[in-house]
């Protein structure tokens, strides 16, 4: 199972601070901008996003201890993942719990292995499939409609002391064909229009969809920070053995 991956996180165009925190390959990248990629074997590889929450230095703080215990402890199993997003949740409630309460983070997370994608969630970090021009939703969110506000939305669960029991959402994609799969903090969706959307994220390479994504969303104003993972994942020959880059 070989992959083609590009990422990256931004601060946006409204936003002091960068509160996102991102997984590429399992490696860990807080508050970098520049661009990066990944290439090679898909298998047991993982890739997540965590959105924090809780105002200043908290967000960052509680998205930054999700990644960061999940990518250490991170051995390749998809199975690892439910009880690894569920831990990093009781760090961050233990540490909001004494110090600030409305401490949290987001968290969408995909693994492959054995020809399947992987796919974890708690809040509203959406991962999307995108094939032929459409782009499909892959995760439900954890949100409500806001009653003072009908326009926006609040989310029922988080990993933080908000929700100290979060239910992590499970989703199993067969992968016997190319298939491209998107993961990203809900500041993608704030800046594009799905049309617009749809259009950038069908564009030719994950480097594209990126590159693309950021320059639309500075000229139309990015009010939230953005981080997007695009993979290109497609089935190896059988006997071929890949080589993992990063």
């Known amino acids: 199972m070989q ?10 165009t409204r936003r002091e601070e ?50 960061l215990h999940v990518g ?21 409630t233990r540490l909001g719990s004494a110090m600030w309460p409305n401490l949290g983070t987001t968290v969408v997370a995909l693994a492959i292995a054995n020809g399947i994608a992987h ?16 782009v499909g939703e892959l995760t439900e969110p954890d949100t409500r409609p806001d009653p ?3 326009q926006h939305t609040l989310l029922t669960q988080c990993l933080g002391p908000q929700t100290p029991n979060p239910s992590v959402h499970n989703y199993a994609i067969p992968i016997s064909d190319p298939k491209r799969f998107v993961l990203a903090s809900d500041g993608l969706d704030a800046a594009l229009a ?14 594209d969809c990126i590159e693309e994504c950021l320059r639309t969303a500075a000229a139309t ?16 020959p059988i006997g071929e053995r890949d080589a993992y880059q990063f």
């Open 72 to 92: 250490h402890h991170w051995q390749g199993n998809p199975a690892q993942l439910p009880p690894l997003i569920s831990a990093a949740g009781q760090m961050i």
């Open 119 to 134: 796919i974890c969630s708690v809040g509203d970090s959406p991962a999307y499939q995108v094939a032929n021009g459409l």
């Open 194 to 207: 799905p049309d617009l959307r749809r259009q950038l994220l069908s564009l030719k390479t994950p480097q």
């Open 3 to 12: 992959l083609t991956a590009a990422a990256v996180s931004h601060v946006g």
């Open 221 to 236: 104003g990015a009010p939230d920070n953005i981080t997007i993972i695009v993979l290109d994942v497609e089935p190896s």
């Open 148 to 150: 003072r506000s009908p």
């Open 18 to 67: 960068n509160q996102d925190c991102l997984l590429i390959g399992g490696k860990v990248s807080v508050g970098n901008e520049t661009l990066l990629t990944a290439m090679g074997n898909a298998e047991g590889r993982l890739f997540a996003v965590f959105d924090g929450m809780g105002g200043h230095a908290g967000g960052a703080m509680a998205s930054r201890i999700a990644a």
